[in-house]
């Protein structure tokens, strides 16, 4: 029995029956099962509690996708999508509106494309204002599009940030970025690397941490099609 396109079936060793879940950036589901399980029974299984995997997507962000009319938060600001043909096809903000023209069906994209250079320009400049401030080398900064994390950094200095914090606030966004930097001290999160990150932030990041993990999911929704 195949798996349906919806459900990610995932063998853990340490399983001991089988478990389900949403996850909130995407709405797909995941079946757990030991690593010894029937994957046909825990399909079946799952089948059965159709009732609850829809229950629980219904409680889940509505997408929002990149279209004329559209409101998206930037930063502190919302911007409001607008799509006026004969305007030029690369975005232009204006104000509280994000002008873009071309075709309708490539709105989506350009607005995508315009908002990832911006959060790489945004996560760029708080990165090494942060790291600047404090003497700390920065190998480089990019942009990426990961489910389970916000940013990473490695032993060498290189630092990857999801662009979908340009939806964040700014103290937000800021508290990633003092975050990622201070693993350029600590690769670990001792005492002494969260000291580190208060310190470099120059605030208590316990409050952007407890946003991101009320509001996180739902940065994923944005640019999705609602169908």
Known sequence: MSAPDDIDVVRHPRARGMRLSIDPASGRVRLTIPKRGSARTALAWAEEKRGWIEAQRARLPAAIPFCDGAEIPF????????WREPARRVPVREGALLIVGGPADR??????????????????????????????????????????????????????????????????RRAVVAHEVAHRLHMDHSPAFHAATARLLGDDPAPAMAWLRRHGAGLHWFGRSSS
């Open 75 to 82: 930063g502190d600001d919302r911007l409001c999508i607008a």
């Open 107 to 172: 709105v989506g994209a350009r607005v995508e494309a315009w908002l990832k250079r911006e959060a790489l320009t945004l996560l760029d400049a708080d990165t090494r204002a942060i790291a600047g401030a404090a003497g700390i080398a920065i190998a480089g900064v990019a942009i990426g599009d990961p489910r389970t994390r916000w940013g990473s950094c490695t032993s060498t200095g290189a630092i990857r940030f999801s662009w979908r914090l340009v939806f964040a606030p700014v103290f937000v």
